[in-house]
């Protein structure tokens, strides 16, 4: 537990942190995959801008 309050609605189906505690789901993910949460952000930038480019062209917005 990294201290933060649990989500709301969160009671009774295991605990999600709000925060980012070095315990907290998020940053063990982050741990996890390696490096700093920028390294992570620029491998997941390109996936990311790729699902919002076939999303928007699906909606004729470019």
Known sequence: MCGGRPRAGAEGRGRTCTCFGPD??????????GGTVMDYNARKE?????????????????
């Open 24 to 33: 907290c789901p998020e940053a063990i993910r982050h741990r996890l995959f």
């Open 46 to 62: 390109a996936t990311i801008r790729a699902i919002y480019d076939r999303l928007f062209r699906a909606y004729g917005m470019l």
